[in-house]
């Protein structure tokens, strides 16, 4: 955001204080940019089939063991021991490759 401030005050300002808003709006960009870098470092990057772990489904075709849920707007196949009957709910509790495990 400070780039864009610096940019902006380097158009719009008289000359001697253009260049100097110019450059502590650089050097504040600077900082902004190292704080992000810091606070985002060692955070874990979540994304794929592990994601849908402890959402709630909508069974599609009914789970005797096998069958298909949709979640978050995917149908994705499922299996359910205890068996579920199309339109119930159920709680995604694993995965096994593109095999979800969902409990009622």
């Keep these: 955001m400070f780039f864009v401030l610096a940019i902006v005050l380097l158009l719009v300002l008289d000359d001697p204080w253009n260049w100097t808003a110019f450059g502590i709006c650089i050097i ?27 959402q709630t489904a909508r069974v599609v075709t009914p789970c005797r063991p ?6 978050a707007g995917e149908l994705w196949q499922a299996r359910c021991e205890a068996g ?21």
Excluded: N, P
């Design 28 to 54: 504040f960009g600077c900082f902004e940019v190292f704080g992000w870098s810091r606070s985002v470092r060692g955070l874990r990057v979540r994304a794929g089939a592990e994601t849908l772990i402890g």
């Design 66 to 71: 096998v069958g298909q849920v949709s979640v």
């Design 84 to 104: 579920a009957d199309e339109g119930e709910e159920v709680t995604v509790v694993g995965r096994d490759g593109l095999l979800l495990t969902v409990e009622r």
